[in-house]
Structures are given as C-alpha cells and as structure tokens.
C-alpha cells in the first residue's frame, strides 16, 4: 500500500469517526485546544491501517473501543 492510499484512507476515515474528548467534531478536524483524544485515536488509526485492516474492521474496533 502506497503512502498517498494510506493518507488518503486515514482522511476518510478520520471523517467518519467522532472525536471522544467531548468537543463533537469530527475525529479529523477536532481542534479542541488540549484535546486528549484526538492524538491516540489517530494514532490508532494509523496503526490498523498499517496493519492491513480493513475500514470495517477498522470502524468496528472502534465502536468497540471507543463507543
């Protein structure tokens, strides 16, 4: 998988998912000043992708994880 695949799959998917710091924006545009959220749950999300998930496994573990 190439890198602009991967950055283009943590774009999308970071905009269908809900920061959990309790700002209600999107994971992919959370801009809560000292958010801490948003940092481990795109961590995570470049992690699954890296590991060759795909977006509904990736979308499952993290309504498992996250609510």
């Known amino acids: 998988m190439g890198a602009t695949e ?3 799959r943590v774009y999308n998917l ?9 700002c209600n924006q999107i994971l992919g545009e959370c ?5 801490t959220a948003s940092t481990q ?9 890296a590991a060759g998930q795909t977006d509904t496994e990736i979308l499952a573990r993290f309504a498992t994880t996250y609510g």
């Open 6 to 8: 991967s950055s283009s």
């Open 14 to 22: 970071s905009h269908r998912l809900m920061c959990t710091c309790g």
């Open 31 to 35: 801009n809560h000043v000292g958010c």
């Open 41 to 49: 749950e795109m961590a995570d999300l470049r992690t699954d992708i």
